[in-house]
Structure formats: C-alpha cells, structure tokens
C-alpha cells in the first residue's frame, strides 16, 4: 500500500496551479471536470513534484467550513514536506519565482531545510536528506540482489527517477522552443539518456558519440578515443552532452573542445554522476548525483562491461 493522494484545500483552482506548477514546480497530472455529491461541476486536479509518487488532490473550498481551513490546514504545524536531491536548484528557482521563506536553510543532522508558505500561508519544509541513501535502497536491493562483486548501494532506483524527473523539469523549461540535441556519450549514458529524454516535456533530438578512455580495468589509461562519431553537423544547434559520470573529467574536457570548434549556438553539458574530490573537473551544468571517491556500477556504469543492466547506482567491490 502506499498513500496516492492528500487533500489540499485552496480558494481557488487556477491562483493554486499557478503558484504550484509555476512557481514551485509541480507538474499537473490530472484536470478534469467532475461532478459533487450534490451535482454540481467540480474539477478533479492532482499536482505532484515531478515523477514523484504521492501527489495532492487540489480542491477548491466550497463551503464555509473549507473556506476558514484554507492556509491553516495544520493549525500552523508544517504540514507538508517536499523532499529533493537537490536543495540548492529548487531552493534557487523558488526563491526567484517568489516564494516565501520563513527562514534561512538550516543544516541539521538529518538533512538541509528550510520552512516556506505556499500562496495562502500553508507551511511546507523543503528537505534534502543528509545521505541519498536513506530511502531503502536495501530493500530494493533484494528485489534485485546485487551480484558478488557490487557491493552497497548509494543509489536506489527510486531515486534516480526522481532525480530524473527533477533534471527533466528543468530542461523543459531551459530548452523550450530551442530544439536541442542531447549528445548521448555511449555506452555509459545510454540507460540515463533513455529515462532523461522521456522526462522532457519539448521538441528535442539525440545523436550518439562513442569514445573510449578506459581499458577493461577501473583505471583511467588517460587517452580518449573517438570511436563512433556523431550522425549529423552541431553548427547552430543547441547542444547538450549527457555523460554517464565525470571523474577525472578528461573525456568531457576533450569532447568540449573538440565540439566548441563546431560551432553550436549552445553547448551545456548533464552527467548522472559527478565524483566528488577530484581536482580540475570541468564544470557540469546538470548534475543527477555527487558520489564520493570510489568505483561505482550499475544503471549503465560497467567495470569491464558488467553490471550496466543493474537498476540502481552500486558501489563495485573488487577495485584495486
Ligand atoms: P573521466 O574522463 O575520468 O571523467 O572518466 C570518464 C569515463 O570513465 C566515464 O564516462 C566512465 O565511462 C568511466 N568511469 C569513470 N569512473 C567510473 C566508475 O566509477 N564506474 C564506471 N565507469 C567509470
Ligand atoms: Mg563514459
């Protein structure tokens, strides 16, 4: 079982998806006429953070009962917690869409949040939890046990979705109307470019890149090759790499170079992964998860070409 659905009782339906969708970023699942118990009209609006699995029924106060809990349906308790993998971007695009905070973000032990109100003074807390871990990846993980060498998992299934989610949020509305090309650099990218491309809402198109920087070890050789080169010509186009995980941070730094000379009216770059700790990466523009030193597979990341089919992001036991 899980719960669906919450009630959120507002004035009216359409000053409440402009604020929710607009501005906070929730994504409109459902609106559609329905019909009260006394036959009156009545719409049937759910909202949710994107991709995510609860969502709110949004209901329009019709009586004078409904109308008084309005922005006070918790008596003042927070009543709401809207929980993201990452606290900075949506703290950033609420604040500049003119959201209210009653505070500055707090770091607490188990994670950072800051209280906000939504337009009629209901209070949410904004939460990133401390460890990305912390939503039962080992549950999911015997769901689909993980093979001898792959050893915790630091990232579950479920949240990679919703950090795809998020991500694809963000580029509907930064590539609207702009047509872009997602560079997808194969093999690695290839299980994230699948759910990322599904997970924006705009006209967009793919082109594929093989290259290869490592051998069959876990160890960078320090050379890109390219060994399948992109279909078509990026002078003009709007350009977004999606890498898989940028450690080192060479193979990005030379495909940057290589496509800066080709001319494209924007070149952005996306990785699932950035490792944390190391020194001279280049910056990455959308990054799905910041991983701490250490070998990891799984959710297209190979050691040796294994483990890519698995669901979720792993630590890779066997690393010398
Ligand atoms: P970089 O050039 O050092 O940034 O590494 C780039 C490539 O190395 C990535 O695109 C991956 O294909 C591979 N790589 C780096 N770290 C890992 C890892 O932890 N697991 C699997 N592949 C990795
Ligand atoms: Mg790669």
Not at 23 to 38: K, Q
Not at 218 to 241: C, E, F, P, W, Y
Not at 251 to 274: G, H, I, N, Y
């Amino acid at each position: 079982m899980e719960i669906a659905l919450t009630t959120l009782v507002v004035n009216d339906y359409d000053e409440a998806l402009a604020f929710y969708v607009d501005a906070v970023g929730f994504e409109l699942v459902e609106d559609s006429p329905s019909t009260a118990n006394d036959g009156s009209a009545k719409r049937w609006v759910v909202i949710r953070p994107p991709g995510a699995a609860t969502g709110l029924l949004v209901a329009e106060a019709s009586t004078e009962d409904q109308r008084a809990v309005v922005g006070r349906q918790h008596g003042g308790r927070v009543g709401f917690f809207l929980q993201t993998e990452d606290f900075d971007a949506q703290y950033r695009r609420m604040r500049q869409a003119g959201v209210r905070f009653r505070e500055e973000p707090r770091h607490e032990p188990y994670g950072t949040v800051v209280v906000w109100e939504d337009l009629y003074g209901n209070p949410w807390d904004l939460v990133q939890p401390a460890t990305p871990t912390a939503e039962g990846p080992a549950a999911e993980g015997a769901a689909f046990p993980p093979p001898a060498d792959v050893g915790e998992v630091l990232v579950s299934a479920t949240d990679i979705a919703r950090r795809v989610a998020e991500l694809g949020a963000e580029l509907t509305v930064d590539y609207a109307d702009k047509n872009p090309l997602l560079v997808s650099v194969l093999k690695g990218s290839l299980v994230f470019v699948a759910d990322l491309m599904r997970a924006v809402r705009a006209p967009l198109e793919i082109d594929f890149l093989a290259v290869s920087s490592y051998g069959a070890a876990t160890r960078s050789s320090g050379v890109v090759k390219i060994l399948k080169d992109l279909d078509q010509d990026i002078a003009g186009r709007h350009v977004l790499m999606v890498e898989d995980i940028v450690d080192s941070g060479l193979t990005l730094k030379f495909l940057l170079e290589r496509f800066s000379t080709q001319r494209p009216a924007s070149l952005k770059t996306c990785s699932m992964v950035v490792r944390d700790g190391v020194a001279n990466q280049p910056e990455v523009d959308y990054v799905g998860f910041r991983l701490p030193p250490g070998f990891v597979v799984g959710y297209g990341l190979d050691a040796g070409q294994q483990y890519r089919h698995l669901p979720y992001i792993a630590r890779y036991a066997n690393t010398e």
